[in-house]
């Protein structure tokens, strides 16, 4: 008897261990600022499509996103970006993936905010350099919220500021992450 | 032997839950990346919305507004008299407005017979990769220039019919690489007067024009109407433009050298009176700058 309520208890755990592992979002905001101090000229963009998958058991969390997609106040500037700095037809699509280093301290299934740090890899313009970030994951009704902040530096995915517009741009841009996910069910 | 199966068959059991979570480490982006082709429009196969002189098969971005300056100095056979042709200048301002992704307008009033234009450009087609893919852009010209000087003759009969000619215009263009964009431009100039009875009203051209682009901010372009009836010898030519594009954040630069001084359809095609053999030829550049009238919303 004891031995069936084990042989039962497992497969409870199995099944359970499967659902509500894994959750993402098609619509998560990324945002960028590389806008120079005093500068009357804002550069910043937003994109709302991007793709983000968390896998909350082991702490994985991929974000992917189309050059493509970030939007800016003027077309021109939109152009610039995927014509000469992005090079978008190149390289169309920017890809972080990483893992929350202190994930077993965050408990998904409880309503709460609870801080995470990120490491991992992003591969833009053909170049992949290793990313840091800290940010929240607020989980709330069954979703969770997550929101963080990183600099990343032109020169290192060798994104080229010609010397005319140096002072326009900054060399290094400000990204914000602000996503709702929500359970991916098989 | 009991107890041994069972324990062996929980073990079995907990390690197909790891092995499942290590194969689905690698990509969870797979999970739920849209892998349908989409349609994408290329752009960006001109720097500008003129190859030199003609339309270009380039649109403005909705909302945005194109302020051209255009300059044609002197011939450069003139010699140190005049600078090379430095002293000379005839002039066109324009504005051209980005309405929708496929429709442009715009205004322009150029020194050269003291001329007002006005063109709408319409492109149904346009070149796209992707989903339902198409091979270029064909895009429709239509505008109209005015003449607002005196009349020569004030003593005769003057129509104010006379001021106007008509344009229509086809451009078919390709962007063949990021490097090398083509384009053909058959195209109607309708005159209402002409100054002699020998020369048809209505001068039937195709355009040729390209760009090759150098670095990612500077391209050679080069511009030239074959004019297929209206060409009197010794009268007038085909115009044939070739220059730089220089991009500089808002503001590209076109510099050329041509032998057409007009700036607007009716003039460079109908009214070339210069030719690149005898070496009438003039330096000339286009400034233009775009502004944002209209914001994205974000």
Same mark, same amino acid.
């Given at each position: 008897?004891?031995?069936?309520?084990?042989?039962?208890?497992?497969?409870?755990?199995?099944?359970?261990?499967?659902?509500?592992?894994?959750y993402f979002t098609k619509s998560g905001k990324l945002g960028f600022d590389?806008?120079?101090?005093?500068?009357?000229?804002?550069?910043d963009a937003v994109n709302k499509a991007a793709l983000c998958v968390l896998?909350?058991?082991?702490?994985?969390v991929?974000f992917s996103c189309l050059m493509k997609g970030f939007e800016f106040?003027?077309?021109?500037?939109?152009?610039?970006?995927?014509? #000469? !700095?992005?090079?978008?037809?190149? *390289? @169309?699509?920017t &890809?972080f993936?990483?893992?929350?280093?202190?994930?077993?301290?965050? #408990? !998904?299934?409880?309503?709460?905010? *609870? @801080?995470?740090? &990120?490491?991992?890899?992003?591969?833009?313009?053909?170049?992949?350099?290793?990313?840091?970030a800290?940010g929240n994951i607020i989980?709330?009704?069954?979703k969770l919220q997550i929101s963080a902040n990183f600099?990343?530096?032109?020169?290192?995915?060798?994104?080229?500021?010609?010397?005319?517009?140096?002072?326009?741009?900054?060399?290094?841009a400000k990204i914000s992450v602000d996503c709702l996910l929500e359970?991916?069910?098989? | 032997?009991?107890?041994?199966?069972?324990?062996?068959?929980?073990?079995?059991?907990?390690?197909?839950?790891?092995?499942?979570?290590?194969?689905?480490?690698?990509?969870?982006?797979?999970?739920?990346?849209?892998?349908?082709?989409?349609?994408?429009?290329?752009?960006?196969?001109?720097?500008?919305?003129?190859?030199?002189?003609?339309?270009?098969?380039?649109?403005?971005?909705?909302?945005?507004?194109?302020?051209?300056?255009?300059?044609?100095?002197?011939?450069?056979?003139?010699?140190?008299?005049?600078?090379?042709?430095?002293?000379?200048?005839?002039?066109?301002?324009?504005?051209?407005?980005?309405?929708?992704?496929?429709?442009?307008?715009?205004?322009?009033?150029?020194?050269?017979?003291?001329?007002?234009?006005?063109?709408?450009?319409?492109?149904?087609?346009?070149?796209?990769?992707?989903?339902?893919?198409?091979?270029?852009?064909?895009?429709?010209?239509?505008?109209?220039?005015?003449?607002?000087?005196?009349?020569?003759?004030?003593?005769?009969?003057?129509?104010?019919?006379?001021?106007?000619?008509?344009?229509?215009?086809?451009?078919?263009?390709?962007?063949?690489?990021?490097?090398?964009?083509?384009?053909?431009?058959?195209?109607?100039?309708?005159?209402?007067?002409?100054?002699?009875?020998?020369?048809?009203?209505?001068?039937?051209?195709?355009?040729?024009?390209?760009?090759?682009?150098?670095?990612?901010?500077?391209?050679?372009?080069?511009?030239?109407?074959?004019?297929?009836?209206?060409?009197?010898?010794?009268?007038?030519?085909?115009?044939?433009?070739?220059?730089?594009?220089?991009?500089?954040?808002?503001?590209?630069?076109?510099?050329?050298?041509?032998?057409?001084?007009?700036?607007?359809?009716?003039?460079?095609?109908?009214?070339?009176?210069?030719?690149?053999?005898?070496?009438?030829?003039?330096?000339?550049?286009?400034?233009?700058?775009?502004?944002?009238?209209?914001?994205h919303k974000k």
């Amino acid at each position: 008897m004891k031995k069936t309520i084990f042989f039962l208890a497992m497969i409870a755990i199995v099944t359970s261990a499967y659902s509500q592992d894994k959750y993402f979002t098609k619509s998560g905001k990324l945002g960028f600022d590389a806008t120079v101090p005093k500068s009357p000229e804002n550069i910043d963009a937003v994109n709302k499509a991007a793709l983000c998958v968390l896998d909350t058991k082991t702490g994985d969390v991929q974000f992917s996103c189309l050059m493509k997609g970030f939007e800016f106040d003027r077309a021109l500037m939109m152009e610039h970006f995927n014509e #000469n !700095y992005a090079e978008s037809d190149k *390289y @169309p699509k920017t &890809v972080f993936k990483g893992v929350i280093t202190n994930n077993a301290s965050i #408990n !998904y299934t409880k309503d709460g905010t *609870y @801080p995470a740090k &990120v490491k991992g890899q992003m591969t833009m313009h053909g170049e992949t350099k290793d990313v840091e970030a800290v940010g929240n994951i607020i989980s709330k009704a069954g979703k969770l919220q997550i929101s963080a902040n990183f600099n990343i530096v032109f020169a290192d995915y060798k994104i080229v500021i010609p010397q005319l517009v140096a002072d326009k741009l900054a060399k290094t841009a400000k990204i914000s992450v602000d996503c709702l996910l929500e359970p991916l069910k098989k | 032997m009991k107890q041994l199966l069972l324990n062996g068959f929980a073990i079995l059991l907990l390690s197909t839950i790891s092995l499942k979570s290590i194969a689905q480490e690698v990509d969870l982006l797979d999970l739920v990346e849209d892998k349908t082709p989409k349609k994408e429009i290329v752009k960006n196969a001109f720097k500008s919305i003129r190859v030199i002189n003609g339309h270009s098969m380039e649109f403005l971005s909705p909302g945005t507004m194109d302020f051209r300056i255009l300059h044609r100095f002197g011939t450069l056979n003139q010699g140190t008299k005049n600078f090379f042709g430095l002293d000379q200048a005839s002039m066109r301002l324009g504005f051209d407005f980005g309405i929708l992704q496929n429709l442009q307008i715009g205004v322009g009033r150029s020194t050269f017979k003291k001329e007002l234009d006005g063109y709408i450009k319409y492109a149904p087609i346009r070149q796209s990769t992707g989903a339902h893919a198409f091979p270029a852009t064909i895009a429709f010209v239509g505008g109209m220039t005015m003449n607002t000087m005196d009349f020569a003759d004030p003593t005769i009969t003057n129509y104010f019919s006379s001021r106007l000619a008509y344009y229509f215009q086809t451009i078919i263009g390709r962007k063949f690489s990021e490097g090398l964009t083509l384009q053909l431009s058959p195209t109607m100039v309708h005159n209402n007067l002409v100054p002699l009875s020998t020369q048809p009203n209505d001068v039937y051209s195709l355009g040729l024009g390209g760009r090759l682009k150098m670095s990612k901010r500077m391209a050679f372009t080069w511009d030239y109407y074959y004019l297929i009836n209206g060409i009197e010898d010794d009268v007038n030519y085909n115009p044939l433009s070739i220059g730089v594009d220089i991009e500089t954040g808002g503001h590209v630069f076109q510099l050329h050298v041509s032998n057409a001084v007009g700036m607007n359809e009716r003039a460079f095609i109908t009214e070339t009176t210069s030719s690149w053999e005898n070496f009438d030829i003039r330096m000339g550049f286009n400034l233009s700058r775009i502004f944002q009238i209209k914001k994205h919303k974000k």
